[in-house]
């Protein structure tokens, strides 16, 4: 959002310097002013300003139109790699099996502080350390393959924020394709909270009802939503929290959710098997 130049710079250094692999980077501009530029001069980094704000998926969704590589990461201005092996190791990791569809990043706070628990995209999360599958992924901090991304139909933009990666997860999967965590990939981030946003908990508990609606069977869809306004209820209590929530909630079953294509009940069952059934 052009808000952020010294992170910036060295975010798409990290990117630029990685060893032994072709990289290009698509630097969209999400709602800038007209007359703003890219802190490094590189050919190898092309600029892409969009008049208006449209979201972080709808921004990713425009950096994907924008490039050619096989391979895509995203990376928020505030990140960076702090491995110039990182896109070798993910080179190799891809080539290994072709039913690699995404890999999701370990993140790390680079001030050294402890790691956050919603980083680790699985119910067992306590030790970040530790490499598995999983059935979603951390946006700002992976790597997938173009075929997965096309066979999901790309991020949902609508959503704006909040949930997306887990659509293009979950449709990822259903077209067969897998998706790990993978602690040896890392990606160093900031520690902040997601409630430091104003719309948080109205656009998690909107999207959180598109998703379902979107992307699960009828009775897998309202078990998923009836957990997750349980869950809600028992963790945040406070007035403040649960209005804006409930009111996303209910805007979530008035507006339309878009291209509905529910998983396969196998899809299903893999997940649980996974680890994490598409309820919780």
Same mark, same amino acid.
């Given at each position: 959002m052009g808000n952020r130049p010294v992170e910036l710079d060295r975010s798409i250094r990290s990117a630029l310097n990685q060893k032994d692999v072709d990289v290009e980077v698509i630097l969209v501009g999400n709602g800038v002013r007209g007359d703003w530029e890219s802190p490094v001069d590189d050919a190898r980094v092309k600029t892409y300003l969009l008049p208006e704000n449209l979201g972080i998926p709808g921004g990713r969704n425009k950096g994907v139109e924008f490039s050619a590589g096989e391979l895509i990461l995203f990376l928020d201005d505030d990140g960076y790699y702090p491995s110039l092996e990182l896109g070798k190791r993910? &080179?190799?990791?891809?080539?290994?099996?072709?039913a690699l569809g995404i890999v999701s990043f370990q993140v790390k706070?680079? &001030?050294?502080?402890p790691g956050?628990?919603?980083h680790v995209p699985r119910l067992r999360s306590g030790d970040p350390d530790r490499s598995s599958p999983v059935t979603t992924f951390l946006g700002g901090a992976c790597a997938m393959r173009r075929t997965a991304f096309d066979a999901a139909g790309g991020l949902p933009a609508d959503f704006f924020y909040a949930h997306e990666e887990t659509d293009l997860a979950w449709r990822a999967l259903d077209a067969?394709? #897998?998706? @790990? !965590?993978?602690?040896?990939?890392v990606m160093c981030h900031p520690a902040v909270l997601? #409630?430091?946003?104003?719309?948080? !908990?109205? !656009?998690?508990?909107?999207n959180r009802v598109w998703l379902a609606k979107r992307n699960l069977p009828w009775p897998i869809a309202l078990t998923y939503i009836a957990v997750w306004m349980t869950? #809600? @209820?028992?963790? &945040?209590r406070r007035p403040a929290a649960l209005k804006p929530w409930f009111q996303g909630f209910a805007e979530g079953w008035r507006t339309p959710s878009g291209d509905r294509r529910p998983i396969k009940y196998r899809t299903a069952w893999r997940m649980t098997r996974t680890g994490r059934p598409p309820i919780i």
């Open positions: 993910l &080179e190799g990791m891809f080539a290994a099996d072709p706070d680079p &001030e050294g502080g956050q628990r919603r067969g394709f #897998t998706i @790990v !965590y993978d602690a040896g990939s997601p #409630t430091r946003h104003a719309m948080f !908990y109205r !656009y998690n508990a909107r869950l #809600t @209820v028992l963790r &945040e």
